[in-house]
């Protein structure tokens, strides 16, 4: 953060996919694709703007911290993990899915979801589940999982998952069903205050060009 060199923070995969549009809208291209390369720090078609591959929930920790000066993250993980110490002035609108909570087929979820009630969720999201369900008045057990949620209740380890869910694809192929919405996500614009400040010069047209892109896209 403290030379003039830009870094952006990106995770690989969908977010790094939805984000090369935004990107060309402000005219920075990566050199790179993370998939292919094993490279962590990919160069641009700038010499002082490069690129960082981290993983989805550690991109607010780099930009946190002024090791990147802006990255994407999505909403989950910004619910999730806090955003302090991040600016967020911009909702990109990609990577769109939904919070939900999921269970087997058949499963008489409202029943056992009364208040006073006691429920074993697993999630990766264990802040979103349990204000979730102290909203609710839901006692919860809560499992901590890294991925693969959906296994979760086809072998008895929860009763439900707090997930998300895009297509419902793997819900159904998990004999799944969503019974609940806790929230829609998208991606996020996220900057180190201290960076808006120092480059605002080169941070600036750049969120411009992201805002107008954005606008384009939801016209479409
Ligand atoms: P980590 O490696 O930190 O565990 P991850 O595996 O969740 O992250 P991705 O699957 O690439 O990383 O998800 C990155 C972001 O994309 C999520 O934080 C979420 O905002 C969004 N996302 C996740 N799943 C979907 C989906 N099925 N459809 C659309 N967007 C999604
Ligand atoms: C996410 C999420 C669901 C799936 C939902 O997983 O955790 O499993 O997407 O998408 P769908 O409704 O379109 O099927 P992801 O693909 O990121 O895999 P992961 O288990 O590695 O997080």
Redo the contacts with the bound molecule.
């Keep these: 953060m403290t030379n003039n060199i830009l870094t952006i923070a990106l ?6 996919d939805e984000t090369l549009p935004l990107l060309a809208s402000a005219n920075i291209t990566p050199l790179e694709n993370p998939e292919t390369s094993r490279k962590l720090i990919i160069p641009t078609n700038h010499d002082n703007i490069r690129v960082i591959i981290v ?4 991109v607010p920790v780099y930009v946190r911290y002024g090791a990147a000066d802006f990255g994407i ?5 910004l619910i999730e993990h806090g955003d302090n110490g991040l600016y967020h002035p911009l909702d990109l609108k ?4 939904r919070m939900m909570v999921a269970v087997r087929k058949g499963f008489d979820y409202a029943s056992v979801s009364q208040a006073g009630s006691r429920l074993r969720i697993a999630t ?1 999201y264990p802040n979103i589940a349990r204000d979730h369900f102290s909203q609710k008045g839901v006692h919860v057990d809560i499992i901590k999982l ?2 693969s949620m959906e296994l979760a209740p086809l072998v008895e380890l929860s009763d439900a998952i707090v997930d ?4 419902g694809n ?1 819900l159904k192929a998990n004999n799944l069903e969503a019974v609940e919405h806790i929230c829609d ?3 996020q614009l996220i900057i180190n205050k201290a960076s808006l400040k120092l480059k605002h010069l080169q941070i600036q047209p750049i969120i411009t060009n992201f805002t107008n892109a954005v606008e384009k896209n939801s016209q479409q």
């Design positions: 995770s690989k995969g969908r977010i790094f993983r989805a929930s550690d993250a999505g909403k989950d993980v990609i990577a769109k899915c990766k890294y991925g998300l869910v895009s297509t793997t996500i998208s991606s």
